[in-house]
């Protein structure tokens, strides 16, 4: 349950971008990547919990998985894949060097003046 | 209320924020760094699952670390100082972190230790991470070196299942090596699948009990130390 921590630290994130503003928080959206090891359901449960009395308080929690890429150790072909491991589309190679694909980061927040 | 015309919608606006998660984590991690870097204490983060055999390969390498330099040691485990005592006992001073409902280390919780703990400049520390192959791979202590201790019994397939704490780990460790000739562990399927997650990284192979391979993961660590100390000699 990483997610926790990581639900914790989002929160704090949108708190300090709010400082003294008094608007809530109806959406935020993450941008995660596919080889990042976050289970976006226990993401959202966990920060739907822990925004309770908050700004953030029932906002929805918009996350975009975006693709992994990686470079194949045997032919050196540059591939994009879903989820944490590839194969090469070139030569059929399991797995490879990841090159990007397991960053995590707050996008952006809408919020509503009350 | 919306500017427009005064309907009563409240009006929305989007506020761009572009920051990384757990950047707090990165932050204290590298404050750890650059503590360490500037006291020369070289820091290994050992992680793996239960019963991997973290704290036993561990307490072979303090007994054959005395004439190298002082072995300091952070245990983190939900309960109990167990670990703590067996590392005391094989001659390592000890700094235990219940971690309670957490599942893996921070780099607040390494600084707050560090602040309780006597390190001595050019000590050897070891994090022994909470036991578990998916939390810890994703927060940066501060460390210079991951390993990643994992064992036979655990079957052939586990680099594929836990893609990230594979992809950490500078050294994987196959530990209790001793047992490969009563198990089923097909050894070059289970290197492709190390290779597959972590072209990078270097396979030692132990064990903790017949002491099979403690020289080459010395003679590993060593040679990572020594690199360290002199990059960072004043």
Redesign the interface.
């Known amino acids: 349950m990483h997610e926790l921590a990581i639900a914790r630290d989002l929160l704090k994130t949108i708190e300090r971008t709010l400082g003294s503003d008094q608007a809530r928080v109806l959406r935020i959206d993450l941008s995660v990547g596919s080889a990042s090891g976050i289970a976006s359901e226990s993401l959202r449960f966990v920060f739907g919990i822990l925004a309770e009395g908050t700004r953030a308080e029932g906002a929805e929690l918009s996350i975009a998985t975006t693709p992994a890429r990686g470079r194949c150790v045997g032919c050196g072909m540059l591939f994009e894949f879903e989820g944490m491991i590839g194969v090469c589309p070139g030569c059929g190679r399991l797995g490879g060097e990841l090159l990007s694909g397991d960053e995590m980061a707050l996008r952006a927040i809408e919020v509503a003046d009350v | 209320?919306c500017d427009t015309c005064g309907c009563g919608t409240?009006?929305?606006?989007?506020?761009?924020?572009?920051?990384?998660?757990?950047?707090?984590?990165a932050t204290a991690a590298t404050h750890n760094r650059d503590h360490f870097a500037a006291r020369q204490i070289f820091t290994i983060n050992l992680m793996g699952a239960p019963g991997a055999g973290k704290t036993a390969l561990l307490e072979a390498t303090i007994r054959n670390w005395r004439d190298v330099s002082r072995v300091s040691v952070i245990e983190g485990d939900q309960a109990t100082e167990r670990d703590s005592a067996r590392v005391r006992a094989a001659g390592a001073t000890a700094y235990q972190v219940e971690t309670g409902?957490?599942?893996?280390l921070?780099a607040a919780q390494i600084h707050r230790a560090l602040h309780r703990m006597e390190l001595a400049r050019g000590d050897l520390l070891f994090i022994e991470n909470v036991g578990n192959l998916?939390?810890p791979?994703?927060?940066d202590l501060g460390e210079r070196l991951r390993i990643v201790v994992t064992s036979p019994t655990e079957g052939v397939d586990k680099p594929?299942k836990y893609?990230?704490m594979f992809?950490a780990a500078d050294i994987v460790a196959l530990n209790k090596c001793d047992l490969l000739a009563h198990l089923t562990f097909p050894l070059d399927e289970w290197t492709?699948?190390v290779?597959?997650?972590n072209?990078?990284a270097l396979i030692v192979k132990t064990s903790a009990v017949s002491g099979f391979g403690i020289d080459r993961w010395l003679a590993e660590i060593l040679q990572r130390r020594r690199a360290f100390l002199e990059r960072h000699s004043e």
Do not use: K, Q, W
Request: aromatic share 6%.
């Open positions: 209320m409240p009006s929305r606006r989007t506020i761009e924020v572009n920051e990384r998660l757990l950047a707090s984590n409902l957490g599942c893996h921070d998916v939390c791979a994703l927060f594929l893609p990230p992809r492709d699948y290779m597959a997650t072209p990078r």
